[in-house]
């Protein structure tokens, strides 16, 4: 089995969330090996993070460079073709950063490539048997990946959950020196925060969330009134802002806010991974859509199969009385 | 400029439901309707108003077979002023390194300033971008919501966590993956594509492009064994019986969880 | 002996003698006014072709009742009266006018006299009159003259000044009768000339001479002034409007072909699809522009315009007229070719129309918008510019065939609701059978959870009352009403391609649909299709004749208000079936709402009109279900399934759930049925 490696995505010297999960990931690919966590950056945040990663990887891979400070895949890459052996399962989370790294990072690395894995069925030193899901989550699949020139994985956040397992005890292994000279063709310029809107979404402990299901602009007011009936606030996916019809500060999500309510009602949401990825801290989840075998059903903790439209106003007029 | 985009034709699965076939070993084909794949169409959008600015054409181009002839009419339908078939028997069963190898070997044969992709496709694996940037030593962004065009480089924005937006500069040529919601695409109806029905679309094999054996199903090092639809595992608690009674049920588990003060 | 004044022809006017005066200005006058009337014709003659020569005795006949017989003036009652009064009075003074025009050059003419002359007398006055009455409402204004701000200032001032004109040729006419009967020559009592003469009793002749000449050589130039300057502003419509309603559309409900002359096949050769410079327009378009006369009663009708949608059907044409009068001026040298969307008109405005035809029914001069409206959306189709969200139900319905996306194989679904499914056996026609006539269902009713219980309870009616008849399921496709009047005309042709052959291989002798928008397309954008009827009037049959039944209302308290639909009432006048099947429901009470029949207020467009999302202040349905509960009602009916949406809606949207209910003329048939 190749050696492992978890490619650590942090930021303000604190390890993203991922790197846990990747640490559950290896685990399930080989259990008898310790991975290496592989982190770059620069300054003093880098080395806080090692270190708090020498808890859960056998070893810590530094690397540190001045043009690293700020996380540029283009650059991250390079440093890590150079430092990397060939033929090694490189494992990073399916996010933003990772979607732009990993799938250059397999063809330097000669190595196979499967992103946004859920599961990993069975291991051996030639092959993985994976799970991911295509259409939107309608349907799951198994694939083969074979590992004879090593791969690269990247991991569905969430899917993975952190073991506990006594620590590790890693050692910090400075690699710094392997990478020469970085330079490429992207350079990093500025970092633009969203406009802040109206409402602030994560302050709210009950969110009323609507997706493609409210189909227009006009019937927002439908949620508006069920937000103002539960003193919520209402939140959104991804399409209701591309329609235009809720602002950006409004939507839930990996590209939109995290949000850690108590009780979350997704209305006409179908529960695509990239919504469900910025729901934290294990809320009670109501799903109310038309579909029955919309994905969200399978994360809900309660389900109604309605129409959104008809539904909502009925609740609210119920909760108005009571 | 002259702009390459590479576009896949996939099923249409906004309205209607993938199920699994009846032999259990694919999904449901025969009701599908198939189309451009949305964020691919973005990206045609995006080329066509560069050049808008700055003169040049767009090319559009797909792995595929006759099937996707017409996802290639419909964006130059749309204003692009080529399309590119890349087909071969080999290519299928190609996994996406070999897609990226097709299409690279393609993109050498001639001169493109800049190569746009979708996001990602029905497959949600957003990794031809690139892989096609590496293969080519192309600079890559991907999830780009805007680009201005400089002297020799592009100002872009990346959509990063939080809606944050991450602004970069690129030098051309590179490779970007663009993301749903860059632009509104026009509308392209029935009439334009009979308009552009009998434009004849170059179709090139593994042997033009140069690329025998290393793209096809043995070069394949990633295979999808099969689509299932998992065990539901626990799942929702579905609340059923008249919308009272389920609007009743409702109210008293928000109240317990804390929803309703 | 009391002199006779000279004749303006041999009077001396400043050194020139009458007659060659007036000869010069008659000359001047005519050749300024033939050089206007040509230079205005130019965009015509460069504008689109049109066919309207056709059925010359019917356009005659329309020609009488709508331009001679004013039809449609006194519908706004106190402007009508006034117009029908000063346009009666302007058809007594032709022949009077040119006597006098000939009076000033040739001695022998004479001034007209007898009966005649004491009718043109009244003629003169009322028109005096009226102008003066006129005046003042421009000033007082009433809410439909107004200008909003976006459109430019006022037209007030213009307005005032053209009636003062006239006010003033008929003083100036009726001043000259006076002083030149002057005490000798009775005239027509209580006439202005009358009273003018009277006032000028005690005047010596010199006075009344020079009065006499000057009031005739004022008329003169009045005439002449506002003969060429009429082309230039609303009042052209004293010119134009008998032929913009002699070429008026004879046609309901269907739209005009993209080129006239071109034929379907041929359509593929055309470059460019639909209005986009104003050169696209044709010519009897372009002669609606010149005609408009600036009423505004069409904008006073438009619902669009009273949710405050960025349309104005008075301003489209009163800004293309103004577009035309710089780019085609008269003095100067034409230069067209700026894209009308993006220039005069915004995306917006164009999208915001419903069809309606509320202002088609309303304009006194049969102005046509709904043809205008959908070669400006042809036009903007042809370039791409569609809204996303008419994107998506576009793509739909090239895909599958209904805009909502769903499979073609569940489109007959709704016959497998439960208790239905029992009591209610429907075929499915697939060439094999003989049935007589076929339920055309359409999407909306297929598809729509809400909206398939009316399609099961016209399909309940058609059972119970023994009709013969089936749908065609899975391959029915979308009828392309609003395909068609969104612009996309060639999606449209494909999907009536489709259904015209399905409806032919299923062998049908007719067709019912509960469906205005699909009755409107069969009746009028299908050919070679069997004769179409809507459930409504196939009900008032059956009801008439005692093959349905129907039993009393179970809550007497509730009070009914029937809705019509557009494609029902106003472009197919079907109007008293619905209310007469309502009326023959015992113990039934029925109001009528304060805009009814050809004043129906639109509930906010069908088909493609629900995926679109305007910019407006309020909802045109929330404004009907108001008028409903105004007009003492508590129930709506209707009997479109778009009406049904916008209504129901509408009543969320206002929180008069429990206050206000609405049913549609099926689902209340079905269940009064014995």
């Given at each position: 089995m190749p050696r492992i490696f978890a490619y650590i995505v942090h930021k303000g010297g604190v390890a993203d969330d991922s790197a846990a999960e990747l640490a559950a990931a290896a685990q399930k690919i080989d259990a008898a090996q310790s991975p290496a966590a592989v982190v770059t950056g620069w300054g003093p945040d880098l080395d806080a993070v090692c270190e708090s990663l020498r808890a859960s990887f056998g070893e810590v891979w530094k690397i540190a460079n001045e043009a690293l400070a700020y996380p540029n895949a283009e650059l991250v890459r390079k440093a890590l073709v150079s430092v990397l052996p060939s033929g090694s399962i490189v494992l990073a989370p399916h996010s933003h950063f990772g979607t732009d790294l990993s799938p250059g990072l397999s063809i330097k690395m000669n190595a196979a490539y499967v992103p946004d894995v859920l599961d990993i069925e069975t291991a051996d030193g030639a092959a993985l048997k994976l799970i991911r899901q295509e259409f939107g989550g309608q349907v799951s699949a198994h694939v083969r990946c074979d590992i004879s020139t090593?791969?690269?994985?990247?991991?569905?956040?969430?899917?993975?959950?952190?073991?506990?397992?006594?620590?590790a005890g890693g050692t910090v292994v400075d690699k710094s020196a392997a990478v020469g000279a970085l330079t490429c063709g992207r350079r990093y310029l500025e970092t633009i925060a969203p406009e802040t809107g109206d409402v602030d979404i994560t302050k709210y402990p009950v969110l009323v969330s609507i997706g493609r299901g409210i189909q227009e602009q006009d019937n927002v007011g439908i949620a508006q009134d069920l937000a103002d009936a539960l003193g919520a606030a209402v939140s959104c996916s991804r399409p209701v802002v591309d329609a235009k019809w809720?602002?950006?500060?409004?939507?839930?999500?990996?590209?939109?806010?995290?949000?850690?309510?108590?009780?979350?009602?997704?209305?006409?949401?179908?529960?695509?991974?990239?919504?469900?990825?910025?729901?934290?801290?294990?809320?009670?989840?109501?799903?109310?859509?038309?579909?029955?075998?919309?994905?969200?059903?399978?994360v809900a903790d309660v389900g109604i199969a309605a129409d959104i439209l008809a539904f909502l106003p009925e609740l609210t007029a119920k909760i108005r009385q009571s | 400029m002259e702009i390459l985009v590479c576009a896949r034709r996939v099923p249409d699965t906004s309205e209607n439901e993938i199920e699994m076939n009846g032999a259990g070993d694919d999904i449901e084909r025969d009701d599908l309707v198939y189309s451009v794949n949305e964020p691919d169409n973005y990206a045609v959008e995006e080329a066509l108003e560069i050049v808008e600015r700055t003169g040049g054409t767009v090319t559009v181009v797909t792995v595929g077979g006759d099937d996707d002839e017409e996802i290639l009419r419909r964006e130059m339908a749309m204003g692009a002023k080529n399309g590119v078939l890349l087909s071969d028997d080999d290519f299928n069963g190609a996994d996406g390194r070999g897609i990226a190898t097709i299409l690279a070997a393609f993109v050498k044969r001639g001169h493109y300033d800049l190569i746009l992709t979708g996001v990602q496709a029905e497959d949600g694996a957003a990794q031809v971008g690139g892989m096609l940037a590496a293969m080519l030593d192309y600079p890559f962004a991907s999830?780009?919501?805007?680009i201005e065009v400089q002297h020799g480089k592009l100002k872009i924005s990346r959509e990063i966590e939080g809606g944050s937006k991450e602004i970069n500069e690129i030098d051309l040529p590179c490779v970007l993956s663009i993301q749903t919601g860059i632009n509104e695409p026009r509308y392209v109806g029935m009439r334009g594509i009979r308009q552009v029905a009998s434009i004849p679309i170059p179709t090139f094999g593994a042997a033009d492009l140069g690329v025998d054996g290393d793209a096809g199903p043995a070069a394949a090092k990633v295979k999808r064994m099969d689509y299932f639809t998992p065990p539901l595992g626990k799942g929702a608690e579905m609340l059923e019986g008249s919308t009272?009674?389920?609007?009743?049920?409702?109210?008293?588990?928000?109240?317990?969880k804390g929803g309703l003060n | 002996m009391v002199e006779a004044i000279e004749s303006p022809s041999q009077a001396t006017y400043w050194f020139i003698q009458g007659r060659v005066l007036f000869w010069i200005i008659n000359l001047l006058g005519s050749a300024c006014f033939a050089y206007i009337v040509a230079k205005r014709t130019v965009p015509l003659i460069r504008g689109q072709r049109d066919i309207r020569f056709d059925r010359p005795f019917i356009r005659l006949g329309r020609l009488l009742q709508y331009w001679f017989g004013q039809w449609r003036h006194p519908r706004y009652l106190t402007a009508g009266v006034l117009h029908i009064l000063f346009f009666a009075g302007f058809i007594v003074l032709v022949i009077h006018t040119v006597a006098l025009l000939a009076l000033g050059t040739s001695a022998h003419a004479t001034a007209t006299g007898g009966l005649y002359g004491a009718i043109s007398d009244y003629a003169a006055t009322v028109v005096f009159f009226c102008m003066m009455v006129a005046i003042v409402r421009r000033i007082l204004k009433p809410a439909r003259y107004a200008v909003p701000a976006r459109y430019g200032k006022a037209h007030t001032a213009d307005a005032i000044f053209l009636l003062a004109l006239i006010a003033v040729l008929m003083a100036a006419d009726s001043l000259f009768e006076a002083s030149r009967a002057a005490g000798h020559e009775p005239l027509a009592v209580m006439s202005l000339p009358w009273m003018l003469q009277g006032a000028l009793a005690a005047a010596p002749l010199a006075v009344l001479a020079n009065l006499c000449l000057g009031a005739y050589l004022v008329h003169e130039l009045t005439f002449f002034f506002l003969l060429c300057y009429r082309p230039f502003g609303i009042q052209f419509h004293v010119e134009t409007s008998l032929f913009t309603v002699f070429f008026a559309k004879l046609d309901r409900g269907t739209v005009k072909p993209v080129r006239w002359g071109v034929p379907d096949e041929q359509l593929d050769q055309v470059k460019s699809f639909g209005v986009k410079t104003f050169e696209d327009f044709t010519w009897k378009h372009m002669?609606?522009?010149?005609?408009?006369?600036?009423?505004?009663?069409?904008?006073?009708?438009?619902?669009a315009n009273a949710v405050g949608r960025p349309l104005s059907p008075r301003f489209l044409t009163i800004k293309a007229r103004d577009y035309c009068f710089q780019h085609f001026p008269v003095w100067g040298k034409a230069n067209n070719g700026h894209p009308l969307i993006g220039g005069i008109y915004s995306e917006d405005e164009i999208w915001s129309c419903t069809t309606c035809g509320?202002?088609?029914?309303?304009?006194?001069l049969l102005v046509e918008y709904i043809d205008k409206i959908v070669d400006l959306r042809r036009g903007m189709v042809d370039d791409g510019k569609v809204p996303q969200s008419l994107q998506k139900p576009l793509k739909a319905l090239e895909s599958r065939g209904n805009p909502f996306g769903k499979m073609e194989k569940k489109r007959a679904d709704w016959l497998k609701a439960k208790d239905f499914q029992a009591t209610c056996d429907v075929k499915i026609l697939n060439g094999g059978h003989n049935t007589d006539t076929l339920y055309f269902v359409d999407s909306i009713t297929s598809y729509d959870d809400r909206i398939q219980a009316i399609g099961r309870a016209t399909a309940q009616?058609?059972?119970?009352?023994?009709?013969?008849?089936?749908?065609?399921?899975?391959?029915?496709?979308?009828?392309?009403?609003?395909?068609?009047?969104?612009?996309?005309?060639?999606?449209f042709m494909a999907l009536r391609e489709h259904n015209t052959e399905a409806i032919k291989a299923s062998g049908v002798q007719r067709i019912v649909t509960s469906d205005p928008h699909a009755y409107n397309a069969l009746k009028h954008d299908y050919k070679d299709v069997p004769p179409v009827e809507h459930i409504s009037e196939l009900i008032a049959r059956k009801v008439h004749a005692g093959d349905i039944k129907l039993k009393e209302v179970e809550d007497v308290n509730n009070v009914y208000a029937y809705h019509d639909p557009c494609y029902l009432g106003r472009h197919n006048g079907v109007y008293d079936a619905p209310r007469q099947v309502l009326d023959a429901i015992p113990g039934l009470k029925r109001v009528e709402m304060r805009r009814s029949r050809d004043r129906s207020f639109c509930c906010g467009g069908g088909g493609l009109a629900l995926f679109y999302e305007p910019k407006e202040d309020q909802r045109m349905g929330v404004k009907r279900v108001q008028m409903a509960a105004e007009a003492g009602a508590n129930v709506i009916v209707t009997a479109c399934p778009f009406c049904m949406v916008n209504m129901e809606d509408a009543i969320k949207v206002t929180g008069m759930e429990g206050k206000m209910t609405a049913i549609d003329l099926t689902e209340l048939v079905e269940k009064q049925m014995r």
């Open positions: 090593g791969a690269v994985i990247t991991i569905r956040p969430g899917a993975f959950k952190p073991v506990q397992s006594a620590p809720m602002e950006k500060s409004r939507q839930v999500g990996s590209s939109g806010q995290t949000v850690k309510p108590k009780v979350y009602l997704a209305c006409g949401i179908s529960g695509s991974f990239q919504h469900l990825a910025g729901i934290k801290g294990n809320p009670f989840i109501v799903a109310i859509n038309k579909n029955r075998n919309a994905p969200i059903f399978r | 999830l780009v919501n805007a009272e009674a389920i609007v009743d049920s409702l109210i008293g588990l928000l109240k317990a | 002669l609606d522009f010149y005609s408009c006369a600036d009423c505004g009663r069409c904008s006073d009708q438009c619902p509320a202002c088609e029914a309303e304009c006194p009616i058609l059972n119970r009352s023994g009709e013969d008849f089936g749908i065609l399921g899975a391959a029915e496709k979308d009828s392309g009403h609003d395909v068609r009047r969104f612009g996309e005309e060639t999606l």
